[in-house]
């Protein structure tokens, strides 16, 4: 059963991947450029005194062109989904029967959106997605650790909220609310106490900055969306029974 449901993990992962990957594409891409663009410009301004050998030195730092960077992004999403697939599957495996609703396309769908919640929105919120011409490259150690942090975080609070809604009695409305609110309490204690990071440079466009932010947050519901539903239409279409061959 488990090898079954990793296999359906991993390819229906893998298609998820691939349709966020144009979604990723469509919207995020030109986003992207304008950024590019803007760093470029500013480059451009910075060294304008010398601006044969700033042409020279950014050329030189480019190791992968744009165009190649975009056909990556198809093998980023798709190995994307391949792992995460995977692992939901064994995560699902271990749930299936003892948490969560009791048919298998509805525990799919909640434990999705869960997994939405705790490892994607709860960081963003915290730590939003920068464009290539935000961020300091001296900080992105720190920068990766606050942000595996507030994962860390998300997970915990998941946990915490699923147990807490066990224990509540009194009907599904005193479970909901009780399971929300575990969940979002050490999610707003620790975005309180860690530090905020905030590195983008005087007179970047806010616009900008915020499409290509939704655009980040949208390629990521897009993935679970289309993983979640595909996923539980699968578990749920397995667990019908046979139908019988009719008779001669």
């Known amino acids: 059963m488990i090898r079954t449901l990793l296999v359906r993990g991993v390819l229906l992962g893998l298609l998820a991947g691939l349709v966020a990957g144009v ?21 451009t301004t910075e060294h304008s005194h010398d601006q044969g050998a700033a042409a020279h030195e950014h050329d030189e730092g480019v190791e992968v062109s744009r165009g190649a960077q975009k056909a990556g992004l198809f093998l980023a999403t798709g190995l994307y989904g391949l792992a995460v697939g995977g692992v939901f599957a064994l995560v699902y495996a271990g749930l299936r029967g003892r948490v969560g609703p009791r048919s298998d396309g509805g525990l799919a769908l909640a434990a999705a959106g869960t997994a939405f ?19 300091d490259p001296d900080t992105i150690t720190s920068r990766t650790l606050l942000y595996l942090a507030m994962i860390g975080v998300g997970l915990l609070a998941a946990v915490i909220a699923v147990t807490t809604g066990r224990r509540v009695g009194g009907g599904p409305w005193p479970r909901w609310i009780a399971a929300v609110a575990a969940f ?6 620790a975005a309180a106490l860690l530090p905020g990071v905030n590195e983008v440079p005087d007179g970047f466009p806010a616009t900008l900055l915020w499409q290509f932010r939704l655009v980040s947050l949208g390629t990521q519901l897009v993935f679970w969306t289309v993983f ?8 749920d279409r397995a667990a019908r029974p046979a139908r019988a061959p009719a008779p001669a």
Do not use: H, M, S, T
């Open 184 to 189: 979002l309490a050490p999610v707003v204690v």
């Open 23 to 43: 979604f990723a594409f469509a919207a995020g891409e030109p986003r992207i450029d304008d950024a590019i663009a803007l760093e470029q410009a500013a480059a």
């Open 228 to 235: 979640g539903v595909a996923f539980g239409w699968a578990c």
């Open 117 to 135: 919640a705790a490892v994607i929105l709860v960081p963003f919120v915290k730590y939003p997605a920068n464009p290539p011409a935000v961020g």
